[in-house]
């Protein structure tokens, strides 16, 4: 009766919010649901209950508190209309807009939580009544129920039994922890009081059962019918005389052909594995060859706490990953694993900036250029140092870098002294032999005649040549190319180029509002108001914050750095960014092409590929196509050919003088 009590008081259970992305919270929750094989009863509870938690309590939701903010969270796709003018008549009153990402693990964990406890209903008073519960009264329950789960814990547990055990050999058993695997047998009398002897020795629920006398009902039970019907197997790691000693609990689910994917790694209390033990879990994991068809794209939490990955080959240590593409694609889609990496590329630091900007609190990037971005995203930068390289203000720099940056500039400048290879037109070539015959009519010495024609053809040749980039500057832009050259865009390279034409403002107006995350009707000044306030903290993040799961990083990576220097660039000339804080994204996003590419052709092939995996996807690329021939065409093109990569580092904060530019 006190769980009735409970059940079906009426508290406020859910408060006064909503979600800008409930629609596809809930798909995602009724996805994994459908991916699990709830019952329809678990189901639709997780689709009403569940669901309007998370919207109205759950904590780690992002406040929407502007229309900025709905459109950096339903980027790439535009902020629907009713949203806008709902927007214009909220007041100090409105009910509160979150987002909640339906991948957070805190979501997930209470998820998974969830599920644990209705399960366990069948076979007890709320089996057929799980509607009439809502989401904090089944949460106040299980936290009941676990609470006393614990005190029957203390006051008595059953004895280990050898025969439901059956020990797993290893061919290459680690020898460092001392235990063995042992597999819970399926088809014993004993399964279930040696499910309630794990549970006692790890103080976990996996043999927790309603009736511990009878052993039914509850988490045991529920737990206990998967592994009885083939569905799961659970193995424990143990040690000690007749293998007594539980260290880690297992379970893994049996799909229907008998593959094994990973679903629990506990240690005791259900915190991570102790280290020791890890290596002893990879044996495990690669014997029983779980998540052989899954991989990179679904390895489970308690191995990403660990620092446990699957590779195409096998399971391993993330430290243990060499191939730079795959750590990074492993830690792209498990962020968990990043603190573990010791030494990171340039490469991943550039992706984790743009997904997981938070993991940097405790570590800072070791890439220049990514650590200043990421201080200009959490306004971190010291403005009243203002020291200049490329003639731009570049907020805490240090003196000494600004006047080695300057001398580079220098340097850069005389050599772009460069013969000019435009021939004479007809006009010079009439006057400059007027002038010969008119010298010798004059009589004039042929050689002193000779000699004029000469000199004026030298001065014309090593004369500097005026309207153009510096090198890094040049280096910048070159990389927007492809899409340059795609829409035969005149004057983007010419730093004489005051601004865009009309008729190019209003081929391109749409695209760059759609591109920044604004409506298609913003004015220009409420362009100019939104990227002061986002640009120089959010340009890195642009088209990867929201990578699909089978994205891959690198070529994702090229996409953004070519469609950001075109845009950065383009704006300019619009007059929606103010000069600096263009040249300062530019230079940024010049440098983490520097980092990430190790030339043209390599940079150029990863844009290819990048492209064709954005539109495969159904995302729209309003800027042009790119083939292959238009690739090896750009390759041969003068602007790639006289732009050396990496050249300059497009943006160098720290006194290097040992550096020759």
Excluded at 111 to 138: D, H, I, M, S, Y
Excluded at 215 to 233: F, H, N, Q, V
Excluded at 469 to 483: D, T
Excluded at 596 to 625: H, I, K, M, N
Aim: glycine residues 6%; hydrophobic residues 45%; contains cysteine.
């Amino acid at each position: 009766m006190a769980e009735e009590a409970v059940v079906f008081a009426k508290p406020s259970a859910y408060a006064p919010r909503n979600a800008l992305n409930a629609g596809p919270l809930k798909a995602d929750i009724a996805r994994r649901s459908a991916a699990r094989g709830d019952s329809e009863e678990v189901r639709a509870w997780l689709v009403n209950h569940f669901f309007r938690h998370l919207v109205a309590n759950f904590e780690p939701a992002a406040p929407i508190d502007s229309l900025d903010a709905a459109r950096v969270k339903l980027a790439p796709a535009a902020v629907p209309e009713w949203l806008e003018k709902q927007w214009k008549c909220r007041d100090a009153n409105a009910v509160p807009l979150v987002w909640i990402d339906p991948a957070e693990p805190q979501l997930l964990a209470l998820e998974t939580r969830l599920v644990e406890f209705l399960n366990a209903r069948r076979g007890t008073a709320l089996e057929g009544k799980l509607a009439r519960v809502n989401c904090p009264q089944a949460l106040a329950l299980w936290e009941k129920e676990h609470a006393a789960m614990a005190e029957k814990i203390e006051r008595g547990w059953r004895q280990s039994n050898p025969a439901a055990l059956a020990p797993l050999l290893l061919p290459q058993q680690p020898t460092t922890a001392g235990g063995v695997f042992v597999e819970l047998l399926p088809d014993t009398r004993t399964l279930r009081a040696e499910m309630a002897f794990e549970s006692y020795a790890m103080r976990h629920c996996l043999g927790q059962f309603a009736d511990r006398k009878a052993l039914t009902g509850g988490y045991g039970a529920s737990y206990a019918e998967a592994i009885e019907a083939g569905k799961m197997r659970v193995f424990s790691f143990r040690s000690g005389e007749n293998n007594s000693q539980p260290h880690i609990t297992m379970s893994l689910h049996v799909d229907e052909h008998g593959a094994l994917r990973v679903d629990q790694v506990k240690g005791k209390q259900n915190r991570p594995p102790v280290e020791r033990y890890v290596d002893d879990l990879i044996a495990c994991l690669n014997h029983l060859d779980a998540n052989a068809d899954h991989g990179a794209d679904d390895i489970p939490d308690d191995c990403a706490r660990i620092g446990v990955v699957r590779t195409p080959e096998d399971w391993r240590r993330i430290e243990a990953v060499t191939d730079v593409a795959l750590q990074t694609r492993l830690i792209v889609r498990h962020p968990l694993l990043f603190p573990r990496v010791t030494n990171p590329a340039p490469l991943l630091e550039w992706l984790v900036a743009a997904r997981e900007p938070r993991l940097f609190a405790q570590r800072p990037p070791q890439s220049p250029a990514a650590r200043y971005a990421l201080q200009g995203a959490t306004g971190g930068i010291d403005e009243a140092s203002g020291f200049q390289t490329e003639g731009v203000p570049w907020p805490g720099m240090t003196k000494e870098a600004a006047q080695y940056n300057a001398a580079c500039l220098k340097a850069d400048k005389v050599k772009r002294r460069r013969r000019k290879k435009k021939p004479l037109d007809w006009t010079e070539w009439g006057i400059l032999i007027a002038l010969f015959m008119a010298g010798k009519s004059l009589g004039l010495p042929v050689w002193a005649l000779m000699l004029a024609v000469g000199c004026f053809f030298f001065k014309r040749a090593v004369c500097p040549e005026e309207g153009v980039f510096s090198e890094r500057r040049a280096f910048a832009l070159a990389l927007a190319l492809p899409v340059v050259d795609a829409q035969k865009m005149t004057g983007f390279f010419e730093p004489d180029t005051p601004s865009l034409t009309d008729n190019t403002i209003a081929q391109y107006r749409s695209a760059f509002l759609h591109y920044m995350e604004c409506r298609a009707t913003a004015s220009d000044d409420e362009a100019r108001a939104h990227l002061a306030a986002t640009l120089e903290s959010t340009w890195f993040r642009a088209d990867l914050h929201n990578l699909l799961p089978a994205d891959e990083p690198r070529i994702a990576l090229a996409f953004a750095i070519v469609r950001m220097a075109f845009f950065v660039r383009n704006a300019l000339l619009m007059g929606w960014i103010e000069h600096d804080a263009a040249w300062r994204a530019l230079l940024l996003n010049a440098r983490r092409a520097q980092d990430c590419f190790t030339g043209w052709g390599d940079f150029a092939r990863a844009y290819l590929q990048g492209r064709e995996q954005w539109v495969s996807a159904f995302r729209a690329d309003p800027l042009g196509s790119f083939s292959e021939a238009a690739l090896y065409r750009l390759l041969g093109e003068r602007l790639w050919l006289k732009t050396p990569w990496p050249g300059l580092a497009a943006f160098e904060p720290k006194f290097t003088p040992q550096s020759k530019g």
